[in-house]
């Protein structure tokens, strides 16, 4: 062999085409493998093969053996891995291994190396379905399984979940691709592993952007020629970060047709990483940038409002403010709406739009003569009824506890699914959890905006001190005291330059967008995070919706599972 093997011609360079049939565990088990099948090959010629069943030391699951048409008898008598390792290793040696969707088989044969005391020889890795992705364009083939490249090239073997007919396809695969790779001036080993992970000329051709950036926590924002911003990120150090765009590990489709638009790289240095997080957010607000998808539009979320009239009721809107009582935000009003269902399923709330008059009475509706409505439009209650009846308790669960919400919830789940009535308590599910999940995030919010002033400080890496000056929920001012000058110093300083921050009139998140104050949330809460100055008392009520976490866990939990929980 040559001394540099990536400097050898593909024609000349021997390689093992392998499959692997599993169980379908994870690959870094090491477990499940059922089948093996390899093919060595070189300059179209074979020259040898590899091929056995193994015994994963387990049942194979039906919907597997459905799959590849393996049952358990089968592989029963086979051997199991250890004793297939020795040989497949040699039958490996110095050779290029080849499979499609090589991590996973490549994933698999490792961790069973590991697992058995075997040493995994690290061989060169060339991944058919990386290399389809760069030879063959989506107007060929709609995607890279091996079955539509083996259809589309009209290879003489097909797939069919078996691991050596499927090795013998990926080899016919393989020398179709090869034969297109002239076109792309790939003539080597080294050239087609490079190419399977190659840069695009528009990432070679824009390296230069990253030029001159700093090595510095903070904001990157990719700029159109028009000076619009295209995409906006944060980094603990924003110049390598950046170049990162213009390597083989940017596989994001998206992101490299921003790179073919970008002109330029903005820079916006921060203290610590709580800034950089926060003018991420707040520039992505601003600009709502094409190419991020996450953070946009903080002004479409959605509020649950109980009216401001005699017979309150709850109503899905836009702004929180206007009413006795206002629970949110969401991020869609189909969320907003599971938890009013939720409120309605618990408590006598009229639903009907009309206005309704304290002294005139009104048509009434369906759900007041099925006795789900206490009737206001009949007059059957005063306001005063109503509200100790409907409105006072939506209003406490929004604000205190929402155990009598919850509790009344919990009982009709159970009453469901003692009926065996699962979809019905699937839905009541949801739309509790939906429920508790706002109340939680709204109280953590709401205790920390009703704070005029709150400063906290934690050690960075260097031994100095990250600063931030929160108010009412909003990051007022930044600043980090490097290592010899005292936190106060620094403190003083930030706060000369800080944003004065007023409380608006209504809704818990008045001076900042949800997310921001949960940003600033997660680096308050943090264990080495240390308060220094809070004007007033940052609490929850102790009867409050904090103590449902767990409640609110496995509600999401039997959602995932399809498991009902019966009791809180």
Not at 62 to 71: E, K, R, Y
Request: hydrophobic fraction near 45%; aromatic fraction near 6%; charge should be positive.
């Amino acid at each position: 062999m040559l001394d540099d093997p990536f400097a050898q011609d593909l024609i000349h360079t021997t390689f093992v085409v392998l499959d692997l049939e599993t169980t379908g565990g994870s690959p870094h088990d090491g477990d499940g493998i059922t089948e093996v099948g390899a093919v060595k090959v070189r300059g179209g010629e074979e020259l040898g093969r590899f091929a056995t069943l193994v015994n994963p030391g387990h049942p194979i699951p039906p919907f597997i053996t459905v799959l590849t048409g393996i049952t358990t008898a089968m592989v029963t008598p086979a051997p199991k891995i250890e004793a297939v390792l020795p040989g497949l290793l040699e039958f490996l040696r110095d050779a290029v291994v080849v499979a499609h969707n090589a991590p996973y088989d490549v994933g698999f044969l490792k961790a069973a190396c590991a697992r058995h005391g075997y040493t995994w020889p690290n061989p060169r890795v060339l991944d058919t379905a990386a290399l389809a992705r760069r030879v063959l364009i989506r107007d060929e083939v709609p995607n890279r399984k091996l079955g539509t490249l083996a259809a589309y090239l009209r290879t003489e073997h097909q797939p069919n979940h078996r691991a050596f007919d499927d090795a013998l396809a990926t080899v016919d695969v393989l020398h179709a691709l090869i034969g297109r790779l002239g076109s792309f001036k790939v003539r080597t080993l080294g050239d087609a592993i490079e190419f399977t992970k190659a840069v695009t000329p528009t990432q070679r051709a824009k390296r230069g952007l990253a030029d001159g950036l700093p090595h510095a926590p903070g904001v990157y924002i990719f700029r159109a020629a028009d000076n619009r911003a295209l995409y906006v990120g944060t980094s603990g150090d924003i110049a390598t970060r950046v170049r990162t765009y213009f390597t083989a590990a940017e596989k994001r489709a998206r992101m490299s047709e921003m790179i073919h638009i970008a002109e330029r790289v903005e820079a916006v240095v921060c203290a610590h990483a709580l800034e950089a997080q926060v003018r991420e957010l707040r520039l992505i607000a601003a600009h709502a940038p094409p190419y991020n998808r996450r953070s946009k539009f903080p002004e479409r979320a959605w509020w649950v409002r109980l009216t401001d009239e005699p017979f309150p009721r709850l109503s899905v809107v836009r702004e929180p403010g206007g009413g006795r009582a206002s629970l949110g935000p969401f991020a869609g009003r189909q969320a907003a709406q599971a938890a009013v269902d939720a409120c309605h399923e618990a408590l006598p709330l009229r639903q009907c739009t009309a206005k309704l008059s304290a002294r005139k009475p009104s048509a009434t509706c369906a759900l007041a003569e099925l006795g789900r409505c206490p009737a206001p439009c009949e007059l059957r209650v005063d306001p005063d009824e109503y509200a100790t009846l409907a409105a006072d308790p939506f209003a406490t669960s929004v604000t205190g506890d929402p155990g009598p919400v919850v509790d009344r919830l919990m009982a009709r789940l159970k009453v469901l699914a003692d009926a065996q009535r699962f979809e019905e308590a699937a839905a009541l599910r949801g739309r509790l959890a939906a429920f508790l999940r706002a109340v939680i995030r709204m109280q953590r919010l709401s205790a920390v905006t009703r704070i005029d002033e709150l400063v906290a400080a934690r050690r960075d890496a260097k031994g100095g001190w990250e600063i931030a000056i929160v108010r009412h929920g909003r990051l007022a001012a930044a600043i980090t005291a490097p290592v010899g000058t005292h936190p106060r110093i620094s403190l003083e300083t930030a706060r000369l330059t800080a944003e004065t921050v007023r409380p608006a009139a209504a809704g818990p998140i008045p001076c900042a967008t949800a997310e921001e104050t949960e940003r600033i949330l997660d680096w308050l809460e943090r264990p080495e995070t240390r308060l220094v100055e809070v004007s007033a008392d940052w609490a929850s009520p102790i009867g409050g919706a904090a103590r449902l976490k767990p409640l609110l866990a496995r509600l999401d939990a039997a959602s995932t599972t399809r498991i009902v929980n019966e009791s809180p």
